[in-house]
């Protein structure tokens, strides 16, 4: 059976992905990570967070995330210093736009979520919950394709082991790191939850690369994704 996806353009004010690998201060990753995905998916279609993953895990979803902020900044989370605590800072994402794209050989439920997108049963949000999210377009795409370059995109996998590959062989390439920061990560994917709305353990996580604006290319190892328009939107199993 042919894959359909739907796919939902973005806007936000502020958003906020946080890097469990920071304490005191909450970075942010550029990119909503797979977990987030659900979650956004799950607001909108009424769901609970556990009942949001289920949803995915029984089913066999693609995902891809594209976007960016057009700035940053650090927020004061907790302002007071109390024993055991310390003051937090939080960086946000500013003016943000996003484009994600959720696909799956079961069309009745990929139906089922562009409904949703488009009438959401609950608010939906970028990472906090006071980062609204504004929806602009919802979409069905029908046919998957490849292209061997991306930006500003979520990808499986450690691309800079990629680009190094191919440059010990001699082969084309180009990369642009963001910024000092790492490239890859290992995210989480599942959680296990104690109940539906209670505390959760990561069980479960995955390699990733976040590739910036100044895109990624790799001629002899095309990407599985979707074409929106003019935008190539690299996907990965949820």
Request: aromatic share 10%; with cysteine.
């Amino acid at each position: 059976m042919e894959w359909l996806y739907c796919a939902v353009a973005l806007r936000a004010q502020t958003a906020s992905f946080r890097n469990p690998d920071f304490q005191n201060f909450q970075k942010t990753f550029p990119l909503p990570p797979p977990t987030t995905l659900m979650g956004l998916a799950g607001s909108a279609l009424g769901l609970n967070p556990r009942a949001a993953q289920d949803f995915f895990v029984q089913g066999s979803f693609r995902a891809g995330v594209r976007g960016a902020g057009r700035g940053q900044a650090r927020d004061l989370w907790k302002y007071r210093t109390l024993p055991g605590r310390s003051v937090i800072t939080r960086e946000l994402l500013v003016d943000t736009w996003f484009q994600v794209v959720l696909g799956s050989p079961d069309h009745a439920a990929v139906r089922q979520l562009a409904a949703a997108l488009e009438n959401p049963a609950q608010a939906l949000t970028l990472g906090q919950s006071d980062s609204l999210a504004k929806v602009l377009r919802v979409e069905l795409l029908t046919e998957e394709t490849q292209s061997t370059s991306c930006s500003n995109a979520l990808v499986e996998g450690d691309v800079l082991a990629d680009v190094l590959a191919q440059a010990q062989w001699g082969k084309s390439f180009s990369l642009t790191v963001r910024d000092a920061d790492p490239l890859a990560y290992q995210l989480p994917t599942r959680f296990q939850y104690k109940s539906d709305y209670g505390v959760r353990t990561v069980v479960q996580r995955r390699l990733f690369s976040f590739v910036g604006t100044g895109g990624l290319h790799l001629p002899n190892k095309p990407l599985r994704g979707v074409q929106w328009g003019v935008d190539f939107i690299p996907t990965f199993d949820l």
